[in-house]
């Protein structure tokens, strides 16, 4: 393995791994629309479910559902609100359930915290793609103690015995003492951090240094969806996930319903040995239930050093539980699986593609060359659910199918984040191409599906995918044991077509939800209608079947 710091050396990833209807008066007097009335109702059920997952502290959950009713519903303040606030909650109990950010805010002392801030506020000045507002992150400090002050594991780790609405209220009156007094840049910041910290250490006696962490990661979290405070644990996780190799149990998870769902099962790791499956739900994790946990926490414990153990309780789909007692050990990562030729009448291939990572470009090779000496004619490549990685990955990935011109095209503040990445014609695969997507098929996965799209090299099949048009660098901190991951450039498909809040549309829509799908095709493609399971697997392979004549 290499070591972090040559792994970090100019690294470079996207990534994503998230009511008051009308007065009584109003709706006697004007005609609602039937469509307004659909969506008032729509959010009042939003903000209903957010609720529940709010009293019951369910923050990974709650994060999960206004993420969700973001999509559903642009522009609404209301929406954005709760989101903030839940990604706050979320945070403070992630960070406060991680022994390395523990170890680190009792370790570092005032200074070290006040130097720690000051070179987060660094790398924000130098690196991310948009300016800095310095009031603003500094208010969002603000929040963000207001947040950890309402959460218990916060306030058990520092034996806080304050009431909240103490706090708030002193919260409140240093916002009036320094409204009047703006800050103009980082060292102003760092030193207005300083103060507020002397202030709750003197009335709430709160350690200075646990404020100043605070004020660091809200600093960075409040920059956008994707920039964060990367603990020392979590850097260990993300350089894992850019090696495609990581310790635990070999499992994707999913918080749902105070339990944690599998989503998938990776082969031969601890999980599929001890037949563990897609879709069975652990509610039980050394002893804590998590119904008495959180499932952010359970999520946690479920990580260790390599060959320890970890008792689980598992509830398979049919509502049986079954003990397990597995070992933690090194999983290898896959970022290519279920390579086979899907239709041996017309030579059609197929692979999913969940991750780019940094083995992507090899594992796409190899499968390629086994599906051509199978006898492949046309290949459909399935990225959905695909969140991400490598910029590079997708780069190198999409310039096996595009002879040339631009692939991807990245525009940051600074000139330094401007590139703009070029397909070369040697070792382009000609055949027949479709690729899969839908919404959660994000970053890096756009990146390939848009250069595949703009260049009509292959048809899209699906539905809209996420959205992500970001790049993220990895940039790790000298003052401690931790790293921040910062947004420093928007990425633009080989059509100058920015992917943020838009994603990649489809050629033939079609959504895999339905039982019964009608595709609603672009261009001259035929109507497609689907009664299989996987409607969208099926499309493909008919457009496929169009495409060429049998052998």
Known sequence: MRSRTSILRALTLTLVFLAAGLPTHARAQIRIPSAALQDGAELETVFRVG????????????LSHYERARKDHPGRQEIEHRLAVARFHYEVVRRYSDTSFIETVKSIGEQGALDLYGEVLL????????????????????????????EPSFRRQHGFNNTEEAARSLLTDIR??????????????????????????????????????????????????????????????????????????????????????????????????????????????DGLSTRDISTDKAADMLKGVEGSFVNLVILDPNGEARRLRLQRTRVDVPSVDNIQIVDTAYGIGYFRLSSFQKTTNRDVDSALWKLHQQG????????????????????????????????????????????????????????????????DSASASEIFAGAIHDHRRGTLVGTRSYGKGSVQGIFPL????????????K??????????????????EVKASEQTTVARPIDELLPIVDQQRDAVLTASLQIARQQLPPR
Not at 414 to 429: I, P
Not at 491 to 508: C, K, L, N, T
Request: aromatic residues 6%.
């Open 51 to 62: 609720d529940q997952l709010e009293q019951e502290r369910r923050w990974g959950e709650a």
């Open 478 to 489: 000298s003052m401690a044991n931790a790293g921040v991951r910062l947004t420093t450039a």
């Open 376 to 439: 492949m004619r046309s290949l459909i490549v399935d990225v959905r659910g695909n969140p991400g990685g490598l910029l590079t990955a997708a780069v190198e990935v999409a310039d096996k199918f595009v002879s040339q011109g631009d692939i991807v095209s990245t525009r940051g503040r600074s000139s330094g984040e401007d590139f703009d990445y070029k397909a070369h014609a040697v070792g382009t695969w000609r055949v027949p191409l479709i690729v899969l997507i839908d919404g």
């Open 176 to 285: 009036r003492h320094f409204e009047a007094t703006p800050i103009y840049s980082r060292h102003d910041a760092r030193q207005r951090a300083a103060e507020i910290a002397h202030v709750l250490e003197q009335r709430l006696q709160l350690p200075s240094p646990v404020t100043v962490s605070e004020f660091t990661c809200a600093a960075v979290a409040s920059l956008d969806d994707y920039s964060a405070f990367l603990t020392g644990n979590q850097l260990d996780d993300v350089l894992s996930q850019i090696e495609g190799n990581f310790v635990g149990l070999g499992i994707e998870l999913k918080a749902e319903d105070q339990a944690l769902r599998i989503v998938s099962v990776i082969p031969s790791g601890p999980a599929d040995q001890g037949g563990m499956r897609t879709g069975d739900r652990i509610i039980e994790v």
């Open 123 to 150: 790398k924000i000045q130098a690196h991310h793609v948009q300016r800095a507002d310095w009031n603003q992150l500094l208010e969002r400090g603000l929040t963000a103690m207001e947040v950890a002050f309402a």
């Open 491 to 508: 990425f633009y498909s080989p059509s100058g077509q920015a992917i943020s809040h838009r994603g990649v549309e489809p050629d033939v």
